[in-house]
């Protein structure tokens, strides 16, 4: 059970134990002031702290964000189950928030033993650049003062802030020197967008020269977040908003390197409707409400408090999460069976457990409606009335603060049981990049 990564004394101990005299700072617990980051259900109880004063007193905000989920083998090549040993591993990711610092949030959530961090940097990305950064922008992460770090089994914590002009909108990459062997790493699988890994020790390399291999998965990387307003102007406190879900969520079949995801498309109308607040995404592909998977990580239920709630500067969530729980036991896909077959009653208790702790955290919760599923592997007659009671039960119950129907939003005019062809990636269960666009155009944004 998650609840456990919460970082112990116990752990910390014994990271100590392992690391004495070589130079690394164990702070599973915290860093730079912050509280330690837990699951534990729902409610998420504490969280990155951190909501979030940094150590000048300013208030951090969650500019960029990934569920971590556990090693696994993925749909397509990752470098999760075997980990890195005396590696530079480069991330590139594009934040929602500007600030005039930073600081990066690691997680080592489904490690076995601590995770060491030789050295680490963040920098602008330079643009069309892949692996390379602006020059003169590298900047050298610490960790309460020291610039190497073990991170307990099952811990996660949060850099020293590191000044750094960011706009919003604008990538950064994040470098991490992995001098030792790590064993399998906690990633975000599916990234649609490509990271970078180099042998030796580059993380403070400008060029992309050394950094001769790629995938598309993140890798202890869990936040970027910002304080400050960039140019002296005070930051937003709007509130952040927090999409939680699936591979719909996650971006499934969205452009890679091109930011298309609907967060991405949310963030974008947001701040050309002249009230830009920073969108986070908490999908992870195959995830469900009910159910854990090896693959698709902790169900929705045991990760909302880590990977929603305990966000810095979280101010509302919208959850869009069902379709595998009602649609895997229609599939013949071998990655998630025995699948049950989940009832509308059933799902809409899992919702109500989102929506439970939510409220007691404060902060504003929005349903949304399950896409339209048919034509795909999900598909079949129990699936389509289940889906058919629960998005009807998102509309009528007023049990969320609000709701947004991506159900009629991409349905198909001619059969309401598809989506629309002009927003179909072609398996008929998620959006393609003009699919992402419409569902961000769907959402009402004063009810945000």
């Known amino acids: 059970m998650f609840s456990r990564t919460r970082t112990s004394v116990l752990a910390a101990t014994a990271a100590l134990a392992l690391t004495a005299g070589l130079g690394l700072t164990v702070t599973g617990a915290h860093a730079s002031g912050s509280k330690p980051s837990g699951s534990s259900g729902p409610s998420g109880s504490t969280g990155p702290s951190d909501s979030s004063e940094s150590s000048q007193g300013s208030a951090w905000t969650a500019a960029w964000a990934a569920s971590p989920q556990r090693a696994s083998t993925g749909f397509k090549p990752n470098w999760s189950e075997d980990g890195f040993s005396g590696q530079t591993l480069r991330q590139v990711v594009r934040v929602t928030e500007g600030g005039d610092r930073a600081r990066i949030r690691l997680s080592n959530a489904y490690g076995t033993s601590p995770l060491h961090i030789a050295g680490a940097t963040i920098a602008r990305t330079k643009k069309g650049g892949g692996a390379a950064v602006e020059s003169g922008s590298v900047r050298r992460l610490t960790f309460e003062g020291r610039r190497s770090v073990a991170i307990p089994a099952h811990g996660q914590l949060s850099s020293d802030q590191a000044g750094l002009d960011l706009k919003p909108f604008e990538s950064v990459t994040v470098t991490l020197h992995l001098a030792r062997t790590t064993g399998p790493a906690t990633f975000h699988a599916q990234s649609f967008a490509t990271s970078y890994r180099a042998d030796g020790n580059h993380v403070a390399d400008a060029g992309a020269g050394a950094f001769d291999e790629s995938t598309e998965s993140w890798y202890f990387l869990s936040g970027v977040d910002v304080a400050g307003g960039g140019t002296g102007e005070k930051p937003r406190r709007s509130g952040g908003v927090v999409l939680f879900g699936d591979s719909t ?118 349903g949304a409606t399950l896409l339209p599923l048919g034509g795909s592997d999900h598909y079949g007659e129990r699936a389509a009335k289940v889906s058919d009671e629960f998005n009807e039960w998102v509309r009528t119950s007023g049990e969320y603060d609000a709701y947004v129907d991506f159900d009629r939003a991409l349905a198909d005019s001619a059969d309401g049981e598809r989506m629309a062809p002009e927003y179909d990636s072609g398996d008929h269960l998620h959006p393609n990049d003009a699919g992402y666009r419409a569902m961000a155009r769907a959402v009402d944004l004063e009810q945000l």
């Open 249 to 366: 969520t996650d971006g499934f079949a969205s452009s890679t390197d091109l930011d298309r995801r609907w967060s991405d498309a949310l963030a974008e109308r947001l701040a050309e409707a002249g009230t830009p607040r920073p969108v986070l995404n908490a999908g992870i592909g195959g995830n469900l409400v009910l159910n854990d998977s090896a693959w698709y990580g902790e169900r929705g239920t045991a990760r909302f408090g880590r990977d929603a709630l305990d966000l810095p500067g979280v101010g509302t969530v919208v959850v869009l999460e069902g379709l595998n729980d009602i649609g895997f036991s229609e599939s013949d896909t071998p990655t998630y069976k025995p699948a049950p077959e989940v009832s509308a009653a059933e799902l809409i208790a899992g919702h109500r457990e989102l929506i439970r702790a939510a409220k007691e955290k404060g902060v504003r919760v929005v």
